[in-house]
Nanobody
Framework: QVHLVESGGGLVQAGGSLRLSCVAS????????MGWYRQAPGKQRESVAR???????DYADSVKGRATISRDKAENTAYLEMNSLKPEDTAVYYC????????????WGQGTQVTVSS
């Protein structure tokens, strides 16, 4: 079993910045991918950013140029830094990891609320 714990959410003014952290713990051999999804009220969960074990990254078009995902492989931790925040970035942000132990499985954190005030 793998547990993901997010932190760093909160209330931010439009134009501000934040940094989310996600720590993975448990039965881990390799973390192939870590990423962030978000879900706003009444909307589907959407991918925000992800980083693979080789360091390559993907970003949603809505956050390109404003978000940076990084990873500390030794600490099984991923970070999402976002700047120039907009009210439409308001959502619950969920950490995601694809972890290999005996086989590959996907895990999710409980989510952290990010609210951007205008």
């Amino acid at each position: 079993q793998v547990h993901l714990v997010e932190s760093g959410g909160g209330l931010v003014q439009a134009g501000g910045s934040l940094r989310l952290s996600c720590v993975a713990s448990g039965s881990i051999y390799i973390i192939h991918v870590m990423g962030w999804y978000r879900q706003a009220p009444g909307k589907q969960r959407e991918s925000v950013a992800r980083i693979r074990s080789d360091g390559t990254t993907d970003y949603a078009d809505s956050v390109k140029g404003r978000a940076t995902i990084s990873r500390d492989k030794a600490e099984n931790t991923a970070y999402l830094e976002m700047n120039s925040l907009k009210p439409e970035d308001t959502a619950v942000y969920y950490c995601y990891a694809r972890v290999e132990f005996v086989d590959e499985s996907d895990y999710w954190g409980q989510g952290t609320q990010v609210t951007v005030s205008s």
